[in-house]
Antibody, heavy 121, light 108 residues
């Protein structure tokens, strides 16, 4: 059964940085594009970023472009999200989700359980 | 940016009843529309993609229809475990991939 386990969330001050990780197992990680999607408390879903199977292509939501960087290490079956210059509005549960193909297609499933990031002074 | 709207915001029904959820796109998304279910404290789960294709393991009581700008998710007979929030999502015009605001199906 596919497993995606996020980690790295926590409380961070505005302007600081945080790196999230998503450990993948029970599937061939290097064969799929991967996404980050976030959900602010009590709110809906917002797509954050995607990376292709080999890391050659990355795309971002405008709200995080220039501040967040998505990356992957296929040798470690791990997806990352480096978040810099964090703002209060970045407070959310961050989910990693597998796409359905190697290149970006935009079908999100399965998802990890999420990790909470709280940006507060 | 492609905007998705969902109606109604809340749908109050009883087990065994039929649920009809709507999603409207600000411009045509062809058939590239998916539906997700989210229960409290859980991650979303893919139900249907490309308008009408059920994801692996999704029961046949869930069905999707539509094209262009208007889409529908139908749950033919609600089971107790179906009370949740449902989101639609488009993959026609990206980035960004966008989601609707959600429809909550709760107990009448």
């Amino acid at each position: 059964q596919v497993q995606l386990v996020e980690s790295g969330g926590g409380v961070v001050q505005p302007g600081r940085s945080l790196r999230l990780s998503c450990a993948a197992s029970e599937f061939t990680f290097s064969s799929y594009a991967m996404h980050w999607v976030r959900q602010a408390p009590g709110k809906g879903l917002q797509w954050v970023a995607v990376i292709s199977y080999d890391g050659s292509n990355e795309y971002y939501a405008d709200s995080v472009k220039g501040r967040f960087t998505i990356s992957r290490d296929n040798s470690k079956n791990t997806l990352y999200l480096q978040m810099n210059s964090l703002r209060a509005e970045d407070t959310a549960v961050y989910y990693c989700a597998r796409d359905s193909t190697a290149m970006v297609r935009g079908v999100f499933g399965p998802w990890g359980q999420g990790t909470l990031v709280t940006v507060s002074s | 940016e492609m905007v998705l709207t969902q109606s109604p915001a809340t749908l109050s029904l009883s087990p065994g009843e039929r649920a009809t959820l709507s999603c409207r796109a600000s411009q045509s998304v062809s058939s590239y529309l998916a539906w997700y279910q989210q229960k409290p404290g859980q991650a979303p789960r893919l139900l249907i993609y490309d308008t009408s294709i059920r994801a692996t393991g999704i029961p046949a009581r869930f069905s999707g229809s539509g094209s262009g700008t208007d889409f529908t998710l139908t749950i033919s007979s609600l089971e107790p475990e179906d009370f949740a929030v449902y989101y639609c999502q488009q993959r026609s015009h990206w980035p960004p991939f966008t989601f609707g605001p959600g429809t909550k199906v709760d107990f009448k």
